[in-house]
């Protein structure tokens, strides 16, 4: 400004035309800023100035001083005044330019003063403004800033409560999808990752469940495998003690065969004396009951005898002629002491008469040695035993030979009849019973080609009842008329 | 009943006294051997309605023995005796296809033996 005033001033300052330079001068001091205006000059001599200004006349002399000693260029430097206000100078000397030369001849000088304080002011304004703007900007920034932020972890936070719900266990949950950006993207993928987790965990819990299932099924079939299982051990473990047991019988069926022979021959020279001196006697000699006291012991040596051999040897099961009588007689002396000592009373009404049958003496002797053990156990303070023999038909025409053993024990009652024939049923303790017997009882009448029943109600008593089917019914015959029946 | 000759071959000598007392008591002609070849012998010089033979016996089983008699004389009645109670024994059953008469276990009562030399 003030070099602009200085050209502009320089023709009309060298002519010292100061209505010109005033109008300079009061254009220029229009301005807002500008304190004053002086033009001096060569000399020092005030040309124009502005009409108000402070201190200008001693300014002048200072600035003269100052401007003459800034040399020739332009200056600026600030000025406090007398009144402490601060201004801003800026000195220009004036030249004049000769036309063609290069030589620049000083005439004069401006001086511009440009109120500090108005510049302070105006510089504050605009700092002001400066500042309210950068405050309205920050703010705006700020405020941007936090819009963005929202605009952007709004739906962010949405997602992540969303996804946090997913976490619970509520699968069923989407995102609602607004935008097309990014967020939208990544909120569609979210739904996307939903769905698939949702159909993962409906997958799982299938999966699962069908899992479940199958244990279930998987436990139920093992449940009855190992009941299955037990069975079968128990079984085994009962075939095993058996099998032992039948080692066992076979070690001393053999020795009871040595035994037997070698009782056998003097049992027979005494049965014989015994005999011969009774055929000597009449009934009245008193010595005639020592005498037949010896031929019943005898015999009775015999048939415990063949029947301890006939228990001890296992059987093998072939059938030949047997007189069921004499079966039954043989089976009642082998239990006659255990009766006895439990005080029960041994019976029997044996039929005459009767066919022979095919049978396997061992096995039939089984039988009945395990019926009558079973009654035993159902008169534990004693009774009756009957064994009795009958003719029976089944009305097809053939003939049959019944053997009933009974008791007046404690009875059984009615639906259990059709149980106690099964394999492992029992009513006794763990040890006490296997639950075979009447099992097996069962199996040897099918083998001989009758059958077994019962007849017994609780309290009343038992009756078992075994038929069997007499020899002469169109079955083989062995021929073998060798049954043990000589003596 | 008329007199039988009766010939017992038996190792128990309590047998061989059973039989010549009683039988001899009863008026019959026993004679009593220990052993099969012995029986052989004695058949070779007397003649007997029956032999009744032990089955079980040191040097010549029953059997054995039988083979021999029935050789020599077929007609010969011969009842075996056994001292075990199976009749599942193997001598046994030899005996009956050998020809025996009868098979007869001990111990057995008289009347038995009575009835069987009635018959012969």
Redo the contacts between chains.
Sequence with gaps: MAESLAASSAYPVVIEATETLDNLVKRMSNQDEVAYIAILSADGRVLATTSSHEGGGDLSKEADQKAIMMGDQPSTFPVTSKTGKKFYEAVVPIFLKAGYDDINERIGTVRVGLSLSDLQQKLKGILWIGFLITGVIMAGGILAVFVFVYVVTSPLKRMASIAARIAEGDFSQRIKVTSQDEIGLLGASFNRMAEKIEEAIGWLRNLNEELEQRVRERTAELAEKNTELQKAMTYLQETQAQLLQSEKMAAVGKLAGGIAHEINNPLCVILGFAQSLVKQLSDTDPQALPLRSMEREAKRCKYLVQNFLAFSRSSKGEKIKTEVNLVVEEALELIRHQTAVKKIELRQEMASGLPPILADKNQLQQVLINLATNAMDAMPTGGDLTFATMRGSHGDGRDWVEIQVRDTGCGIPKEVHSKIFEPFWTTKEVGKGTGLGLSLCYEIAQRHGGSISVESETGKGTTFMVRLPAAGNGTRNNGDEKNPSGG | MATKKILLVDD?P??R??FL??FG?EGHEVTAVENGRRAVEVLGEKAFDVVFMDI?MPEMTGPEALKIIKKRKPTQTVVMLS??????YLL?RQS?ELGAAR??????????IHEILTGS
Excluded: N, R
């Design positions: 128990e309590g047998m006294d059973l007392y009683h008591q079980h001292s075990s109670s199976d009749p599942d046994e009956e098979w007869l276990p001990k111990p057995f009562d008289i009347d038995v």
